[in-house]
């Protein structure tokens, strides 16, 4: 099975690109709920939760594991691909490459958490593709509570999307990476707020393309997958009605969710 | 030494509240910021989570407990005290005294996270004391993150407040209670916004009487605890910049914060 485990439910917007983009294949989903956000915790903290989600994904049958958290895409991507024996893909470089492919002026936009921004990763993985790059970095860490309230067009997130993203207008730059799998949802705000101009690069359908080619390379990774009949199954480590709210608002259908324990 | 847990460092206004009323007594905190926050999960993760918490105070030397959490008081007050053999104080019990006694007309507001007012234990407690009482209870999910943010004077934390507590004005209570630790922190927005003739109840302060009057009740425990000659120390389970900022402005000093791995 495609393996994907994220610090929530943001990352059932991987889980639905994923759907879309490498259909028939069976997904197990984790979402570590009962300890989200990632975002604001430690770096060793997420290293130690995201080895626990992949063994816990390795169990339940995953042959491939996607970091579906950028949060943990960004301190522990490395850490996971020296431990474990099989495919580690990460959120993260599929929409730097884009970012790099699409922008003209070299001067790229990213809005994450406080732990992504912190971690550089962006900035690092941009600049080795492309040296003369201008990355400006922005942390929004109210974004995510909003969308996990189901605030997708208030005035007052319209409000904090305006604080946030202007310091990245003024500084004009052509290409913005929605470095957070919360943000897809919001995405009919930042655009227009950010200028027409701006391209977005959305992290979670960079992510399922990249798996998509990534199959096409490995058919025989594909078929195997393909043939273990087993159905796509969404793990949450802690559920609320508003966490199934939302996952049946982003997969447009309701989502079964098995609490685990962990 | 004097217990106190919280889902983070909310609980912190609990814990200088305490410092101020009972001087001289050493406190054992401790903030589970690797798992926060509690308000937006299930009942018996919540209650998990408090047992784990309780006997690592407990470890650590305390001879009571309060449970400074509003979310973890309105769920597992309850189990804490049959299972531990320790008197255990709640941020709930005092201030709901505090709210019916200070109330003229009965009609009293509430505002917390998702978890204390879906549990119903302030409604239900109140009217136990007075049957007659209406209890208006509002949840305001998104004033955690806006506090661990600092933003408590900014124009947005403003608006989200006053589309808060609007129905409550609305219903014209004539008493709030601030029925989680972070709140005392937005005081002075809340006072204007609800209107000048509603009292605050301010759980954290409330909690914290109420302990100085147990403690004079129980003068050998009282006795035994200042003889401990312990410090103060406050455990965390993680820790970052902003939380540290955070509880350095509580406490208005510099807070000594030990990170423990839960």
Chains 1, 2 share one sequence.
């Not at 626990?52 to 943990?72: K, M, P």
Request: glycine share 8%.
């Amino acid at each position: 099975m495609i393996g994907i485990f994220d610090s929530g439910v943001g990352g059932m917007t991987v889980a639905r690109a994923i759907e879309q983009h490498c259909p028939g294949l069976p997904l197990i989903y984790f979402g570590d709920i009962a300890r989200t956000p990632y975002g604001s915790k430690s770096r060793s903290t997420i290293i130690d939760y995201s080895r626990h989600n992949t063994e816990l994904l390795l169990e339940h049958g995953a042959s491939i594991i996607v970091i579906a958290c950028n949060s943990a895409a960004s301190v522990a991507t490395g850490v996971l691909r020296e431990q474990y024996p099989v495919p580690v893909l990460d959120v993260v470089g599929p929409a730097v490459d884009q970012a790099v492919q699409v922008s003209r002026s070299g001067r790229i936009g990213v809005i994450g958490t406080r732990a992504t921004v912190r971690s550089g990763i962006y900035e690092r993985s941009i600049q080795a593709q492309l040296p003369s790059a201008t990355v400006l970095s922005q942390p929004c860490p109210l974004l995510v509570p909003l969308v996990e309230e189901g605030w997708l067009s208030r005035r007052e997130t319209k409000m904090i999307l305006r604080r946030y993203l202007y310091p990245l207008r003024l500084r004009q730059i052509d290409t913005l990476v929605l470095g957070c799998t919360h943000y897809p949802l919001l995405k009919h705000l930042i655009g227009p707020r950010i200028g027409r101009r701006v391209q977005l690069i959305d992290s979670s359908l960079a992510v399922a393309q990249h798996l998509h080619h990534y199959l096409q390379d490995h058919p025989d990774l594909a078929e195997r997958v393909r043939r273990s009949g087993q159905q796509s199954r969404f793990l949450v480590s802690d559920c609320t009605g508003a966490i199934r709210q939302l996952a049946g608002k982003i997969f447009g259908r309701p989502i079964d969710l098995e609490t685990i324990h962990v």
